[in-house]
T-cell receptor
Framework: QKEVEQNSGPLSVPEGAIASLNCTYS??????FFWYRQYSGKSPELIMS????GDKEDGRFTAQLNKASQYVSLLIRDSQPSDSATYLC????????????FGRGTSLIVHP | KAGVTQTPRYLIKTRGQQVTLSCSPI?????VSWYQQTPGQGLQFLFE???????NKGNFPGRFSGRQFSNSRSEMNVSTLELGDSALYLC?????????????FGPGTRLTVL
């Protein structure tokens, strides 16, 4: 079964801390991975994309990919209350078919 | 550059009716994808259109259909509406498609079926 799994949370962290969001996927052959942020009542917006094993950094965000273990994570450093949102992990290709599969999302709450 | 636009933003229909939703992609984007988002199922892929052709399709019944015009604008139609079709319908556009390209989402159409 083609799946993308995320812990629904909520994940609560204090302002200034590192928030760690995790995602596992079912197909070892998947090649590209995306993290989207969705504020309540709004549409998803892209945070990061990652295609190769290892880390990819963009400002306060770092995406980490481990294809052998089939997980991708998103680290948010110096978390701000404005980071409070639901974070969606997306895998465009699972099991050889291009049917983008999204995790259910992890709700992040950053408290002052 | 203008973002993805969707019309209407809100719709209320009754069971058995049909509905057509519209999506205008970012200028220059040739791929338009449609998604259904519900609290129970999350974000689910409906289909992707690229250059007026349906290129990929998710696991939804045939009541859900779409099309794309030569200017890349896309419409989605749902026939014989059911209560379970109540959802936020999102469209997303990209330059080359869903496999590796960044998708930009529109604000969505909130459909309520009574």
């Amino acid at each position: 079964q083609k799946e993308v799994e995320q812990n629904s949370g909520p994940l609560s962290v204090p302002e200034g801390a590192i928030a760690s969001l995790n995602c596992t996927y079912s197909d070892r052959g998947s090649q590209s991975f995306f993290w989207y942020r969705q504020y309540s009542g709004k549409s998803p917006e892209l945070i990061m994309s990652i295609y190769s094993n290892g880390d990819k950094e963009d400002g306060r965000f770092t995406a980490q990919l481990n294809k052998a273990s089939q997980y991708v994570s998103l680290l948010i450093r110096d978390s701000q209350p404005s980071d409070s949102a639901t974070y969606l992990c997306a895998v465009p290709e699972l099991g050889g078919s291009y049917i983008p599969t999204f995790g259910r999302g992890t709700s992040l709450i950053v408290h002052p | 550059k203008a973002g993805v636009t969707q019309t209407p933003r809100y719709l209320i229909k009754t069971r058995g009716q049909q509905v057509t939703l519209s999506c205008s992609p970012i200028s220059g984007h040739r791929s338009v994808s449609w998604y259904q988002q519900t609290p129970g199922q999350g974000l689910q892929f409906l289909f992707e259109y690229f250059s007026e052709t349906q290129r990929n399709k998710g696991n939804f019944p045939g009541r859900f259909s779409g099309r794309q015009f030569s200017n890349s604008r896309s419409e989605m139609n749902v026939s014989t509406l059911e209560l379970g079709d109540s959802a936020l319908y999102l469209c997303a556009s990209s330059l080359a498609g869903i496999s590796t390209d960044t998708q930009y989402f529109g604000p969505g159409t909130r459909l309520t079926v009574l």
